[in-house]
């Protein structure tokens, strides 16, 4: 069983709608939790972090996090054009273990 | 000022070659990652320096030797390259805790020909 699993892309939305992201980890005691959006030719660039179950809020950009579950999600309200990438969730045990990513395209 | 740099960005090579990749961040974290991602963009981590010392070692043939000569540094060298070894290498950087997330190099292109 891989240590963190994404739905799988590619992932595409009209400009101005919400794309939901999802991933599922396996370890249940994993405490820190991240997302990451990797842009083609690019590094992965930190977005988002959450610890706590709920829901946490930066800009357009909503993490959301259920520990009995071990899900994690990431919603992406109003999306734009400069939105299309790929995005990785990332878990933080001992070390940090990225999901395969999903690439998301919005249409204008 | 870049936080974290790698050099070279981009490498090609012949099979059998050895080759090295250096890194430096200069964000005064303990902790320094080197991370292979595929074709298929799957990052993986390779290796985890904390303080100089190695504390992650993934499951990654001996012909990849990393090094790191202070904190701020950590250097990736390859023997003998083969054709598997094409991919990006990213080097990371955080500060020492599970709560921290990692601040990544801009990655070398390895490719082997």
């Known amino acids: 069983q891989k240590e963190v699993e994404q739905n799988s892309g590619p992932l595409s939305v009209p400009e101005g709608a919400i794309a939901s992201l999802n991933c599922t980890y396996s370890?249940?005691?994993?405490?820190?939790f991240f997302w990451y959006r990797q842009y083609s030719g690019k590094s992965p660039e930190l977005i988002m972090s959450?610890?706590?179950?709920g829901d946490k809020e930066d800009g357009r950009f909503t993490a959301q996090l259920n520990k009995a579950s071990q899900y994690v999600s990431l919603l992406i309200r109003d999306s734009q054009p400069s939105d299309s990438a790929t995005y990785l969730c990332?878990?933080?045990?001992?070390?940090?273990?990225f999901g395969a990513g999903t690439t998301v395209t919005v249409r204008a | 000022d870049t936080a974290v740099s790698q050099t070279p960005k981009y490498l090609v090579t012949q099979m059998g070659n050895d080759k090295s990749i250096k890194c430096e961040q200069n964000?005064?974290?303990?902790?320094m990652y080197w991370y292979k991602q595929d074709s298929k963009k799957f990052l993986k981590i390779m290796f985890s320096?904390?303080?100089?010392?190695?504390?992650i070692n993934e499951t990654v043939p001996n012909r990849f030797s990393p090094k790191s000569p202070d904190k701020a540094h950590l250097n990736l060298h390859i023997n003998s390259l083969e054709l598997g070894d094409s991919a990006v290498y990213f080097c990371?950087?955080?500060?020492?805790?599970?709560?921290?997330?990692?601040?990544f190099g801009s990655g070398t292109r390895l490719t082997v020909v």
């Open positions: 959450i610890y706590s179950n």
């Open positions: 320096y904390n303080n100089k010392e190695l504390i």
């Open positions: 990332a878990v933080n045990d001992y070390k940090l273990s």
């Open positions: 370890d249940r005691g994993s405490q820190s």
């Open positions: 990371a950087s955080s500060q020492e805790g599970a709560g921290y997330g990692y601040t």
């Open positions: 964000l005064g974290h303990d902790t």
